[in-house]
């Protein structure tokens, strides 16, 4: 086989046209910077946070508050850590929280509640063409159809949810259909197939190698950057669908030069390490169809049921994306890695629901590092469960891809492309604009 040394920029996403350039210009890493002047005498008030500090908050508040923690969000214009609690009788929990530098408020619904709301939706109505994730902005489980949720199927559903209660779950229509983004054209290929390169890692025996979707498999095994080119990476380890929709695709030459860093056109930024999501966080996605686009976290754990089957463990949000932008990746401006393009609906002229794999989950999974500093301190120890989730023989997707019809499979694995594109709309927050 003959092997091919990846350029730099190529490594990391492919020049998207000047569209792109202009869009990507203001994504500094310095842009959103901690505004938290706060001294100790006011440890009381509501602290100023980056999101990915509000992150951190919320992960200790939880294990602090116990059964009192009822989620939390990130309010970006305040740039504020909301949380949730049940407080009770015991008051307490909200002095606790307070003091934490949390914006503190009470709510009716527990996690314990919700949590068990999700597990009615999954034993009563998994559905192709819905999905679910708590918001916890509303303190309910958001539940959202696609258009092919009609009839006896949409009764089904109506139904489980009235089972819930009053006020557990509401019910979202969507206009779009769920679908997973593959798609043919250019960037990666294989076969007739195309995808988005998510992240460069570090595989756990040192080799380079890119985290991309898992249900990209329709393609194959082995990558090109180049429609009908020498392959570059081959399939390693991959999970779609199940719990995620990750691959690992290792770079057939070791000596290929795989920087941390997303190529946003006329700059790169730097991926400094992975991090978790938050409700309520600004965020951006590169992808090989539409390039930069922009938007929100909108709910975590997300359930969804796919044709091809259900996938758990996803981040929610109202990033467009179209086919080819499958397993591109989803950061911050300050240069943590988030999520993986996994599928969704609508696209990026009507806007849309659109699902992430998280980051940190699927470093533990292969057992990768990414960052200079190791992927948030997910490492190779976390490799060997994924020899039992994610080493299974390649599988296919679902979509047609490039003219080739993609079937269906457990642990489906599958390949990456370069992100490029044009820019896309974005919120004023960001200071990109309308390019689209």
């Known amino acids: 086989?003959?092997?091919?040394?990846?350029?730099?920029?190529?490594?990391?996403?492919?020049?998207?046209?000047?569209v792109a350039l202009g869009a990507a210009a203001i994504l500094l890493p310095n842009a959103n910077a901690s505004q938290d002047g706060a001294s100790d005498d006011a440890a009381a008030a509501p602290r100023t946070l980056k999101a990915g500090d509000a992150s951190d908050l919320a992960t200790q508040l939880a294990g602090l508050l116990g059964d009192a923690f009822a989620g939390s969000y990130y309010d970006g214009d305040s740039k504020q850590l909301v949380v949730n609690v049940v407080p009770g009788d015991n008051n307490n929990v909200v002095v606790q929280a307070e003091k934490a530098g949390a914006v503190v408020r009470e709510v009716d619904n527990s996690m314990t509640e919700l949590d068990a709301g999700a597990r009615t939706l999954k034993a009563e109505a998994t559905i192709p063409g819905t999905s679910w994730a708590v918001d916890p902005r509303t303190n309910k489980i958001l539940v959202t159809a696609d258009r092919t949720v009609t009839g006896e199927k949409w009764d089904q559903l109506e139904?489980?949810?009235?089972?819930?209660?009053?006020?557990?779950a509401t019910i979202k229509k969507s206009a779009?259909?769920?679908?997973?983004?593959?798609?043919?054209?250019?960037?990666?290929?294989?076969?007739?197939a195309r995808c988005s390169l998510g992240f460069n890692v570090t595989a756990g025996d040192g080799a380079p190698a890119f985290l991309t979707a898992g249900h990209c498999a329709a393609g194959g095994d082995q990558w090109s950057d180049q429609q009908g080119g020498q392959p570059i990476a081959t399939v390693?380890?991959?999970?779609?669908?199940?719990?995620?929709?990750?691959?690992?695709?290792?770079?057939?030459?070791?000596?290929?030069?795989?920087?941390?860093?997303?190529?946003?056109?006329?700059?790169?930024?730097?991926?400094?390490?992975?991090?978790?999501?938050?409700?309520?966080?600004?965020?951006?996605?590169?992808?090989?169809?539409?390039?930069?686009?922009?938007?929100?976290?909108?709910?975590?754990?997300?359930t969804v049921n796919y044709p091809e089957g259900t996938v758990t463990g996803l981040i929610q949000t109202d990033v467009c994306a179209e086919p080819g932008d499958s397993g591109g990746s989803m950061f911050t401006r300050d240069g943590l890695a988030i999520g993986l393009t996994s599928g969704g609906s609508g696209d990026c002229t009507s806007g849309g629901e659109t699902f992430f794999q998280p980051v940190t989950t699927a470093l533990a999974a292969?057992?990768?590092?990414?960052?200079?500093?190791?992927?948030?301190?997910?490492?190779?120890?976390?490799g060997e469960e994924a020899g039992d989730q994610a080493g299974g023989d390649p599988a296919g997707a679902g979509e047609e891809a490039g003219g080739q019809e993609a079937g269906?499979?457990?642990?489906?694995?599958?390949?990456?492309?370069?992100g490029a594109g044009a820019g896309q709309h974005t919120g004023d927050d960001s200071g990109l604009t309308q390019t689209r």
Request: glycine share 20%; aromatic share 4%; hydrophobic share 40%.
């Open 176 to 192: 779009g259909t769920f679908k997973t983004f593959v798609s043919g054209g250019d960037a990666i290929f294989a076969g007739g």
């Open 1 to 18: 086989m003959s092997h091919k040394r990846i350029p730099k920029r190529k490594a990391a996403i492919a020049v998207g046209g000047a």
């Open 366 to 382: 292969v057992g990768a590092t990414l960052g200079a500093e190791g992927g948030a301190g997910v490492g190779a120890d976390g």
């Open 236 to 302: 390693d380890q991959a999970l779609f669908p199940g719990a995620g929709d990750f691959a690992l695709v290792r770079y057939d030459d070791p000596a290929t030069q795989a920087p941390s860093e997303v190529d946003l056109g006329d700059q790169t930024l730097a991926i400094s390490q992975a991090a978790e999501a938050t409700v309520g966080q600004e965020v951006f996605r590169m992808g090989s169809t539409t390039g930069l686009a922009d938007g929100q976290v909108l709910g975590l754990n997300a």
């Open 408 to 418: 269906g499979g457990q642990n489906a694995v599958d390949g990456a492309g370069d």
């Open 159 to 168: 139904s489980t949810v009235r089972s819930l209660g009053s006020g557990m």
